[in-house]
């Protein structure tokens, strides 16, 4: 027993600094959980802007072309079917400038299997009822070959496209065209390093980019290409899958995969506040009417993705760590 009790403080001790947030005053507070039977894998989140307090959600592969309305009581309160729509993987969801909800359909769990993906997209239903929209495909590859990805951020001025892929080490942000083209190929292309991303979201004034993994999320200021501003503080999740802003730009969401899965919000202070009311947003240098960027810019000071690299290995010990200890107490009785 003091062995195991020494074990279980030795993780704690490692586990403690990864846990930490990065503002006293930020903590994640659960807000409601999705009590949909048919939502067993919530894979991505948006925010509704035209239903204040609605957020757009979906379930990831072995569904069908479903997107869901769900308030912030968990309650189910729309499913939009998407019409011709055969999904493959789905993984991520984002509202654009132009009031339409994108849907990626660009996992790729054997990370290289696919040569294209897809991204879907419909005007955000005025009314909440359940519903059939036809929805614009647009196919995508990347100038550096297939991969698995899982984050879609469609910017909410310029409109312009971006997708993370989703590597532990060596994974990249990845822009689109300025406008997508529903008839030709739409090429990302790679123009900054990121850590393990599983989702990602823009403020709402553009400022700002949020991108999670399983374990961490980062804030990042943006300009065209993303400067890490900070860690944010993430709750334990158990599969932690989606990220969203709020509507009013003052706190993010945090989602996961599971039955009966909870939704937590953390309020943002500091630098991760909305800009003053009234001030303009800053015209991203790869937005529309500019070019796109030509090089790759690292958006933390560098050790960003192996920090969370480490993070997720301490945290799968951990989880080792305590279930040989169980295990070890289980054969003692």
Do not use: C
Not at 123 to 133: F, I, K, S, Y
Not at 139 to 166: F, Q, W
Not at 276 to 304: C, E, H, I, N, Y
């Amino acid at each position: 027993m003091r062995s195991g009790a020494a074990a279980a403080g030795a993780l704690l001790v490692l586990l403690g600094p990864a846990a930490l947030p990065a503002a006293a005053a930020e903590r994640p507070e659960r807000v409601f959980t999705i009590h949909d039977e048919r939502i067993t894998e919530s894979s991505g989140l948006a925010a509704s802007r035209a239903h204040p307090g609605v957020y757009w959600t979906h379930n990831d592969s072995d569904d069908g072309p479903y997107v869901y309305a769900v308030d912030s009581e968990g309650r189910t309160v729309a499913t939009v079917t998407l019409r011709g729509i055969k999904p493959r993987d789905v993984e991520a969801i984002s509202l654009g400038p132009d009031g339409r909800l994108y849907v990626g359909d660009i996992g790729d769990n054997l990370d290289g299997t696919w040569p294209e993906v897809w991204i879907y997209a419909f005007p955000e239903p005025a009314d909440l009822h359940d519903q059939t929209v036809t929805a614009v495909r647009y196919k995508v590859r990347y100038e550096d070959g297939p991969r698995d990805a899982e984050a879609l951020m469609v910017h909410p001025v310029t409109g312009r496209a971006y997708i993370a892929s989703k590597k532990q080490s060596g994974g990249g942000l990845y822009q689109g065209p300025e406008a997508l083209s529903p008839t030709g190929t739409n090429t990302f292309r790679r123009i900054a390093d990121v850590p393990w991303v599983t989702d990602g979201a823009f403020s709402p004034d553009g400022r700002r980019l949020v991108l999670r993994g399983y374990f961490a999320s980062d804030l990042y200021a943006w300009d065209g290409t993303p400067k890490k501003l900070r860690a944010l503080d993430v709750p334990f999740q158990r599969q932690g899958e989606s990220v969203t802003f709020s509507a009013d730009g003052t706190a993010v969401l945090y989602g996961s995969e599971g039955r009966d899965s909870d939704v937590w919000r953390l309020r943002l202070t500091g630098d991760g506040a909305p800009a003053p009311s009234g001030s303009p947003a800053a015209a991203p240098s790869g937005g529309a009417g500019a070019p796109a960027a030509s090089g790759r810019a690292a958006p933390g000071s560098g050790s960003g993705g192996t920090d969370h690299a480490l993070a997720a290995l301490i945290a799968v010990a951990a989880a080792i760590g305590l279930a040989k200890l169980w295990s070890g107490r289980k054969k003692g009785n």
